[in-house]
């Protein structure tokens, strides 16, 4: 872990999403076109230690992660029940 001082930290996330066709003629589609994060950290710590922190967290983080790397997706639908393995 490193060791340094942080007096705060702020992170945004901003994302630009699209949603476009109808629920009523079910043909809906949804994505997200970009994600942007915004780090704010005030320290009396050098520049390329806080840097190195906030590399780390970013390689750290989930989030970045899943937006970065594609994964599958498996979804699971149960009704009354029943498992539908076919969505």
Known sequence: MKK?????ARVKVELDFFLSGSIVDENIESGVSEVRS???VSSEENFANIFSVIKLAKKGCFAESLVINSVPLKSICIINGNKIDNI
């Open 4 to 8: 340094i001082s942080i007096k705060s």
């Open 38 to 40: 915004f780090f704010e």
